[in-house]
């Protein structure tokens, strides 16, 4: 079968050569991808303490580069901003519907001062996956007492399911325990 063009030992070997070479192929990386790269390499930072900047280091772009050279990881900015509020707000979606499923919630508080000095109270709740921390509030000057610290836990779950059940359209809401 003759093709188009002229053949003639030189288009012939040409044609021998190219059927044999071998296609390179470059890797590519969907946007759908890299976001999904860009928020689980955030969470590493969030969940392991690390520092927002890890990524930005030499040796770790290079290791990086090894897994996939088409990816660039996110800098400490954008760990800092965009990607800590969408992990954020996954994070506290999954430890709501879990403390939102406690039949009976075992509440651990304590008063401190943050890095600020400003007085605040952290309220852990423990469940059968372990404790979670799950508020931090600015308190003031205000005296924790039993009784304070009791109206404001009924506030925060309260608010906190009402939050929830406006953002949620498949949550189920139980009531508030008294």
Not at 69 to 87: C, H, M, N, R, S
Not at 110 to 133: K, L, Q, Y
């Amino acid at each position: 079968m003759r093709q188009k063009g002229v053949d003639n030992s030189i288009t012939l070997e040409a044609r021998e050569l190219s059927s044999a070479q071998r296609r390179i192929k470059f890797p590519k990386l969907l946007p759908e991808e890299k976001s999904k790269l860009n928020l689980a390499f955030a969470k590493v930072c969030y969940v392991q303490s690390l520092p927002f900047n890890i990524y930005e280091s030499k040796t770790m772009r290079d290791a990086i580069s090894k897994l996939n050279p088409t990816y660039k990881p996110p800098d400490g900015k954008a760990i800092a901003t965009e990607l800590l509020d969408v992990a954020y707000n996954t994070f506290k979606e999954r430890v709501d519907s879990i403390i939102h499923a406690l039949p009976h919630l075992n509440i651990i508080g304590n008063e401190n001062t943050n890095i600020n000095h400003t007085r605040i109270f952290n309220i852990s709740i423990h469940t059968d996956h372990g404790a979670v921390h799950w508020l931090s509030e600015d308190i003031g000057h205000e005296q924790m007492t039993s009784m304070n610290i009791a109206t404001k836990f009924h506030h925060w779950m309260y608010e906190s399911r009402t939050e929830s059940s406006e953002t949620s359209t498949a949550a189920v809401q139980t009531p508030v325990r008294q």
